[in-house]
Each structure stands twice: as C-alpha cells, then as structure tokens.
C-alpha cells in the first residue's frame, strides 16, 4: 500500500463517521428542539391558567360600623343575618313598646292618683284579673323571644359539614397564624398593617394587616382556633363570630360568608401588651380566586391533598407496644 491509498482509506472511515454521527445526533437535535418548544408552550398555558393574584383594594371593604347608625353593622354570614333580622324584627319592637307602655303608666299614676285629686287614698290591695294579666303576657313575650333566641344559638353550635374547608387561626403574642390544612398546610403569618402603608392605600390603619385570610365565599369554613401561648379570641363582627383561641385544645366552629369582601375583626380576649394591636382581616373571594391564592402560597388543590394525607405509621406499632408492656407488666 502507497501512501495515496492509505490516505484514501482514512478520508472514507472519516466520510463514514461523519455521517453516522449525523444520523445519530439529527433526531436527537429534533426531539430537544421538540421538547424545549414543548416546555415554552406548557409554561404559557401554566400562565394563563393562573393569573397573577390580586388583592381586593378599600372599595371591598364590608360590614364597618357605619356614623349614625343605630342597629347592628350589616352582616354577611346566614347566622349574623338572622341574628340582625332577630334584634331589629322582634327584641327593638317589644323593648320599645314595654318602655312606652310603662312610661305611661306611670305618668297616668302620677296624674290620675296625685294627692289633690284623691284626698282620701284607696285601701285596694288584690285585683285577681289584673295579676293574671300582669304574669301571663309577660310569659308569652319570653316565649315569642325565646323561639328565635333558641334557634340562633341552636344554629352558631351546628358542625361544619364533611367536606368543608378547615382552616386553623393560630393566636399568638401578637399577631394570628392562619394555617391551611385542607390546602397543604402552609401557614400564613398575619401581622398589623404599619400606619403610614395602611393610609397609603386608603386602608383603615390598626384594621388592615400586612398578610389577609384568603378563604372562599359561599363555601362552609370549619374555622378551628388555637392558643399558642395565652388565651386569645378571633372576633370578627360583621359575620357573627367570636371563639376563642385557648392553648392546648382547639375550638371549632361553622363560618359561612355570603358576599366577597374584606372583612376586619381584632382579637378579643385581653392577651398582653399588645392585644389590642393583632387585627383580623378576611378576604373572601371567589373558589377560582381562592385557589389560585393557595397555588400562589405553594398550597395544594383539588383531589391531591387528599392522597398526601396518609394515616401515620407509627400508630399500630406504638400500640403493640404498649400490649407488649401490658403483657410483660
Ligand atoms: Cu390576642
């Protein structure tokens, strides 16, 4: 072999290899191009399926104390209305119309049995009608009052159903955990808004608080409490609730609110120094709103938190333990 032919041989091995290497790398350039536009269109679709997440602003502002009002504030949960309806329906009527009653009988007394009219006084001491009237129409008022009276406190003690959403607030010195337990558990540490920032955006400072309680409209919460070191109460007004937030137990009650909106409420139980600074603000939004507000916090939706939550495994071995040391004992 001449030197020509050798270098002939290698240009086609070279020849050879250059095209296996084509063939080999061409699909595979394909397939990363594939998968890269792939990506950018799952990336687009995960950005329009979840809009970035937009706090209501001042105008959602719900159930205030409004000036010169005279009953309650307005009220947004089934219990605070029927409370509202109770108070301005049946209690302010009967109120009303026993105090003018009385006011008038004692200025007929004054009037009709006055001394100059009645030089000789009257010895009567028993009218048998008059005492049956006088005990039984204030026995069917207490009736007629303690029908709905009943039946609101009836309502405030009714368990959540099974698939409301359990939210915990967590009352600590001096600020409100709420924590998501239906929702991956994350929880979301509330604290008071600073002055100037709440006034900033037209806000009512003391009220509004740097993270809200994102919870649905129109969706039964199972609303539990918990003290992390003294006694608390979350108390919000316009919905009709109060519970207290007790270290080492967890309360538990049915909240159900009926409109969007923010909603502010404080902690009511004297709790320290500060108790008077741990606002409560509530912001109910819609179901796809709610949701979209878990996913932004790194929360869990749907079906899923269903599967995660696993029974924990250590319960059966720690009871056949404790058989076993019965046994030995
Ligand atoms: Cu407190």
């Known amino acids: 072999m001449n030197i020509g032919d050798i270098a002939r041989k290698w240009l086609q091995n070279l020849t050879f290899l250059a095209a296996a290497l084509t063939l080999f790398m061409a699909p595979n350039a394909a397939l990363a191009q ?8 799952a990336e687009a679709a995960v950005e329009a399926e979840a809009p970035a997440f937009e706090h209501f602003g001042a105008d959602m502002i719900k159930g205030q104390p409004e000036d010169g009002g ?22 302010m009527p009967i109120i009303t119309v026993i105090s003018i009653f009385v006011l008038f009988l004692l ?25 049956v009237v006088w005990t039984v129409i204030p ?54 808004m ?50 207290d937030a007790v270290p080492g137990r967890i309360n538990e009650k049915m909240l159900t609110i009926k409109e969007e909106g923010i909603y502010y409420g404080q902690c009511m139980e004297l709790c320290g120094a500060r108790h008077g600074y741990m606002p409560i603000a509530i ?4 179901m796809e ?29 720690e009871a056949e333990e404790t058989e076993e040391t019965a046994v030995e004992a």
């Open 70 to 91: 005279l009953t309650f504030q307005a009220q947004y949960s089934p219990n605070g209305e029927y409370a509202l309806w109770m108070h301005d329906a049946i209690l």
């Open 283 to 286: 912001e109910a939004r819609s």
């Open 194 to 243: 600073p002055e100037a920032d709440a006034l900033a955006q037209d806000l009512p400072p003391q009220l509004e608080v740097d993270n809200r309680m994102v919870v649905p409209v129109n969706t039964p919460l199972r609303i539990q409490t918990f003290g992390a070191d003294v006694i608390h109460a979350f108390g919000i007004p316009s919905l009709w609730f109060k519970i």
């Open 139 to 192: 026995i069917i008022i207490l009736l007629v009052i303690a029908v709905p009276s009943i039946r609101l406190l009836a309502a405030q003690y009714e368990s959540p159903p099974e698939d409301a959403i359990t939210i915990t607030a967590n009352g600590y010195q001096w600020y409100w955990g709420y924590e998501y337990v239906d929702n991956g558990g994350f929880e979301v540490i509330s604290n008071m």
């Open 289 to 317: 709103d709610y949701e979209a507000w878990v996913l932004a916090q790194g929360g869990t939706v749907g079906e899923a938190e269903v599967v995660e939550v696993e029974a924990p495994a250590a319960e059966p071995a």
């Open 34 to 41: 594939e998968a890269e536009s792939a990506d950018v269109a």
């Open 107 to 131: 200025l007929w007394v004054v009037f009709r049995y006055r001394r100059g009219a009645n030089p000789v006084p009257s010895k009567t001491s028993h009218n048998t009608l008059i005492e």
